[in-house]
């Protein structure tokens, strides 16, 4: 595995891969070594992640980035392959870079790389895509949590989310049994009890909510926005959103006379 081979099977953009692999293969990388393997290590990843920032300077477009980012996939591989997981789960869950970067030139007309406080999790073997859904193990000082993630371009139908839990469940019995009766969490917009009053019974959305007891209201975020209506989440000119599903329609009427949503917080009880 190296960074072209990665870039090739996850399909990333064809102008980014010709920047990315010129300066890939004219870097050093062993200045950038210790930070790298700091992505391994859940509670050193933020920290890791400022240091090679601060390494790598000036960086048009994050290419610089976006490549360390890639590399650091790249040696992930041998932790897949010790572990004994598919190649399968491997592209899948590196094709968040190229999820992520067109999701970027949708929302503003350019291609370049803006998630690099998100693919530490990608890159040290935190966060995995399983089928329709992604799954983070999260680590601190007292407990074990697996929170479920659901990328913009997952299959939102309760068999293919039935589906994906099944797999995940053995997926962390057999490669992670330190995760063995740790909780199926999930922190979003998604679970906003508000949804229920403006889709119908059985859309994707409520369904999905009902697997989840909320614990936490959270607080008001802005996220949304970015998924729902493809524009910047800091974009207040609500007036212009666009109206072209019945989603949009009611978020936006919500929106409009002050309403907010919430990423609330909740763990899974009912898993079908």
Same mark, same amino acid.
């Given at each position: 595995m190296d960074i072209a081979k990665l870039c090739g099977e996850i399909n990333l953009q064809t102008e980014i891969k010709n920047r990315v692999i010129p300066f890939a293969e004219s870097f050093d990388f062993t200045t950038v070594d210790k930070p790298l393997k700091d992505f391994s290590a859940y509670e050193k990843m933020g920290e890791a992640r400022t240091a090679l920032k601060e390494i790598l300077g000036? $960086? =048009? $477009?994050?290419i610089k980035m976006l490549t360390c980012m890639l590399k650091a996939s790249v040696t992930a591989y041998g932790t897949y392959k010790a572990k004994g997981i598919s190649d399968e789960i491997y592209y899948a869950t590196m094709k968040c870079y190229s999820r992520f970067i067109e999701e970027t030139y949708k929302r503003t007309g350019r291609y370049y790389f803006d998630r690099d406080w998100w693919t530490t999790r990608q890159a040290g073997c935190h966060l995995f895509r399983i089928d329709a859904l992604e799954y983070e193990i999260v680590r601190d000082e007292k407990e074990i949590t697996i929170e479920i993630h659901i990328p913009s371009d997952a299959d939102f139908s309760s068999s293919a989310v039935d589906r994906s839990l099944e797999i +995940?469940?053995? @997926? @962390? /019995?057999?490669? %992670?049994p330190e995760t063995e009766g740790a909780e199926y969490c999930c922190e979003s917009w998604l679970l906003d009890h508000q949804l229920q009053g403006m889709l119908r019974e059985d +859309?994707? *959305?409520?369904?999905?909510q009902k697997r989840f007891e909320i614990f936490d209201k959270g607080e008001s975020r802005t996220d949304f926005i970015e998924w729902? @209506? &493809?524009r910047n /989440? !800091? $974009?207040? $000119? %609500? !007036?212009? @959103?666009?109206?072209?599903? /019945?989603? =949009?329609r009611k978020l936006?009427?919500?929106?409009? +006379?002050? &309403?907010?949503?919430?990423? +609330?917080? &909740?763990? *899974?009880?009912?898993?079908?």
């Open positions: 000036e $960086d =048009q $477009d994050n +995940a469940k053995k @997926f @962390f /019995s057999t490669y %992670y +859309a994707h *959305i409520v369904s999905f729902v @209506f &493809g /989440s !800091a $974009d207040t $000119d %609500y !007036a212009e @959103f666009p109206e072209n599903t /019945s989603l =949009q936006k009427k919500h929106i409009l +006379a002050d &309403g907010v949503i919430r990423n +609330a917080h &909740g763990k *899974i009880y009912c898993w079908n």
